[in-house]
C-alpha cells in the first residue's frame, strides 16, 4: 500500500483522506467520487517551489492540463505556483479563479487567434510560440494593438525520454515546436528578435511525461543551454529564462521509482548554472511545469464495486462502477495503478482478481491482477494516484455523468465539482424542429 500525503487507516480499518473516511465519503457524496487532499496538493506545490528555489533564480509552473477547477486554481495562487495553461479554456478557468494573469504561460501547438487574442488582451505573462504561423499571427496582432508580448520560443531538442511513446514530446519527429538539430530553431529565433512587438525572454521545452531518468533532464538542460549560448556568440542576445517543461515521473505500482523535488532540482538548476558560468554569460532563471508531480498523488478515486465474474481457471474480474469514462489511462497508456478496498483496509489480502470498468468496451479494465481482501457488492475500491490527467481527460461515454470531485482537508470535505446529473447530459441536445412529432 502506497499511502501519500494526509491518507491513514482508521481504528475502524478504513482509509481516511484529510481525516475524513472514505465511507463517509461515499455515503454522503456518492460513487465513483474523486478526492483530492487539500494538503498533500499543497505540500507537493510547496516541495517544488522550494525545492527550486534553493537552488536559484526560478519559476515553478503548475501544469493545469493535469487537474484545473476553481478550487484547484486557487490553490495554486495561493501557494505562490505560476502557471501553464494551453487552450482558451484553461486560461478562462484560471482568470476566472482571479489566477494573475502576468503568471500565467500560454502553451499550444495551434493555438487559434481567439485564444492568442484573449492571452493577449488578459496580459498573460509569456506566450510560449510554438511556430512560424504563430509567430507572424501574434507580432501582427500585437502589432495592431500597439503592444508587446513576452515570448518563449518552444524548442525540441531531439531527446527521447524513456516513457510511453503516446506521451514522448521531445523527440525530433514531434509536432512541437521549432526542431534543434536541423537549424529551424535558430531560424525562429532570429525571427522572432525581428518580429515587431515581440520580446523574446526565453526559450523552452519538454520532454515528456512520466519520466524518472534524472539523464533526460541534464541532458535536455545541457543541449537548450548550448543553444543559449550559441545564439549569445552568434547574434549577442542573452536569454533571461529558460523553461525545462514538466514530465517528473511519480508512484502508480511497484516498480515506479520517483525522483524528489530536491533531486530534479539539482539535476536541472546544477546543469544550467554550470554551462552558464562556462560560457561566461548570466545564468537565465529556470522555469518547470509539473503537472502530475504535483496533483497525481493528491488525487484518488472511490468506486463502488457491483458484479463480478469468475473465467474458470483464468481470472476473476470485480467491476466498479467507473471505468475509462473517469480514467482513460489504462487503456490509452496502459497505465498501471494500485487499489486497496477502503473499507477493509487493515484485512489481508486473500484473492487475485481483476478490475473492470462499466463501459461497453473490453478494453475498459482499471487493473489487471491485484491481490484484494474478498471483495464483495458494495465495498469501496480506492484507486490511488488519480489526481492528474483523470478528471481533464474524463468523457461522457456511454452517456455515464461524470463523477463529483471533492477536496478533503482537516477532517472536512467540500465539493469542488458537482456531478454530473442524467439531465445535464441531454443539456446541450437539440432536436431540429422537424424531428418534433407534433409538427
Ligand atoms: N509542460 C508541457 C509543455 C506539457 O506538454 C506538459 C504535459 C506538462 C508541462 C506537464 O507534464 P507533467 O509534469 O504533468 O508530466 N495525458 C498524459 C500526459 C500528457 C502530458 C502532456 N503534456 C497522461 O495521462 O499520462
Redesign the pocket.
Known amino acids: 500500500m502506497h499511502l501519500t500525503g494526509t491518507m491513514q487507516i482508521n481504528g475502524a480499518g478504513h482509509l481516511e483522506i484529510g481525516g475524513v473516511d472514505v465511507v463517509e465519503l461515499a455515503n454522503s457524496y456518492g460513487t465513483p467520487l474523486w478526492v483530492i487532499d487539500e494538503q498533500g496538493f499543497r505540500r507537493n506545490c510547496r516541495d517544488f517551489r522550494e525545492a527550486f528555489a534553493r537552488k536559484g533564480n526560478s519559476l515553478v509552473l503548475y501544469?493545469s492540463?493535469?487537474l484545473t477547477s476553481l478550487a484547484i486554481i486557487r490553490i495554486v495562487a495561493e501557494e505562490g505556483l505560476g502557471l501553464?495553461v494551453?487552450s482558451g479554456g484553461e486560461l478562462y478557468t484560471a482568470l476566472q479563479a482571479g489566477f494573475p494573469a502576468q503568471h500565467i504561460y500560454f502553451?499550444g501547438n495551434n493555438k487559434s487567434v481567439d485564444e492568442i487574442t484573449r492571452a493577449v488582451d488578459n496580459s498573460v505573462g509569456r506566450i510560449?510560440v510554438d511556430n512560424f504561423y504563430e509567430l507572424s499571427l501574434l507580432s501582427d496582432l500585437c502589432r495592431a494593438k500597439n503592444y508587446t508580448q513576452d515570448i518563449l520560443l518552444r524548442i525540441t531538442p531531439g531527446i527521447e525520454a524513456h516513457t510511453?511513446e503516446f506521451?514522448q514530446?521531445g523527440q525530433i519527429d514531434s509536432k512541437f515546436g521549432f526542431t534543434l538539430p536541423d537549424g529551424q530553431a535558430l531560424e525562429g529565433v532570429k525571427k522572432a528578435l525581428n518580429s515587431p512587438n515581440i520580446n523574446l525572454a526565453g526559450l523552452?521545452c519538454?520532454i515528456g511525461?512520466?519520466i524518472f531518468e534524472m539523464e533526460s533532464f541534464r541532458q535536455a538542460a545541457a543541449l537548450m543551454m548550448d543553444f543559449v549560448i550559441e545564439i549569445h556568440n552568434k547574434l549577442g542576445h542573452q536569454f533571461d529564462e529558460i523553461d525545462m517543461?514538466?514530465?517528473?515521473g511519480i508512484y502508480y505500482s511497484a516498480g515506479d521509482e520517483p525522483t524528489y523535488a530536491d533531486d530534479w532540482a539539482d539535476a536541472v538548476m546544477s546543469t544550467v548554472a554550470k554551462k552558464a558560468r562556462q560560457a561566461n554569460i548570466n545564468i537565465p532563471r529556470v522555469i518547470v511545469?509539473?503537472?502530475?508531480?504535483i496533483v497525481g498523488p493528491a488525487g484518488v478515486t472511490i468506486y463502488s464495486i457491483g458484479s463480478w465474474k469468475e473465467v474458470a481457471n483464468v481470472r476473476k474480474y470485480l467491476a466498479v462502477d467507473g471505468g475509462m469514462a473517469d480514467n482513460i489511462?489504462p487503456a490509452?497508456?496502459d497505465?498501471t495503478y494500485t487499489a486497496i478496498l477502503g473499507n477493509k483496509a487493515n484485512i489481508p489480502p486473500q484473492e487475485l482478481v481483476s478490475i473492470a470498468g462499466k463501459c461497453c468496451e473490453s478494453g475498459d479494465m482499471l487493473i489487471w491482477d491485484i491481490n484484494l481482501p474478498a471483495a464483495e457488492a458494495g465495498d469501496l475500491l480506492v484507486v490511488f494516484a488519480t489526481g492528474?490527467?483523470n478528471y481533464t481527460?474524463s468523457s461522457n461515454y456511454n452517456r455515464l455523468p461524470r463523477p463529483a470531485m471533492i477536496l478533503v482537508n482537516d477532517g472536512n470535505s467540500d465539493l469542488i465539482i458537482k456531478r454530473e446529473t442524467y439531465a445535464d447530459l441531454i443539456s446541450h441536445d437539440l432536436i431540429p424542429a422537424r424531428l418534433n412529432p407534433s409538427r
Not at 517543461?245 to 517528473?248: M, S, V
Not at 511545469?289 to 508531480?293: D, K, L, N, V
Request: aromatic share 10%; proline share 3%; hydrophobic share 35%.
Open positions: 501544469a492540463k493535469a501553464d494551453v502553451h510560449v510511453h506521451i514530446t523552452h519538454h511525461s512520466q517543461g514538466g514530465g517528473f511545469e509539473p503537472g502530475r508531480a489511462r490509452l497508456y497505465a492528474a490527467y481527460m
